[in-house]
């Protein structure tokens, strides 16, 4: 089985900035690419980054040049950077990765989320 955690999330005030954390655990045969969406009630969940297992990044529009993905393989764990935050920023953040296991002599991927961690930016 495979988890993975959120965490760093909060309220903060426009212009503030927060580091969000996630961590991957469990059994863990390899990370592919890992990325961040964000979600606001009623709405539909959007990507936000994006960062392949080699280190190369992307981002949505609204968030380039304010957001940094980064990912530290050794520690399983992938982080969002966010700077300049906007009242438009507030959303639950969410964690994606697409994992290898190991199951049964093979090594399947399988797509995992993260349960979400609240950012709430005040004007």
């Known amino acids: 089985q495979v988890q993975l955690v959120e965490s760093g999330g909060g309220l903060v005030q426009a212009g503030g900035s927060l580091r969000l954390s996630c961590a991957a655990s469990?059994?863990?045969?390899?990370?592919?690419?890992m990325g961040w969406y964000r979600q606001v009630l009623g709405k539909q969940r959007e990507w936000v980054a994006g960062i392949t297992s080699g280190g190369i990044t992307n981002y949505a529009d609204s968030v380039k040049g304010r957001f940094t993905i980064s990912r530290d393989n050794a520690k399983n764990t992938v982080y969002l950077q966010m700077n300049s935050l906007k009242p438009e920023d507030t959303a639950v953040y969410y964690c994606n990765a697409l994992i290898g296991t190991v199951l049964g002599g093979t090594t399947p991927l399988y797509t995992n989320w993260g349960k979400g961690t609240r950012v709430t930016v005040s004007s």
């Open positions: 469990g059994t863990i045969f390899s990370i592919k690419p």
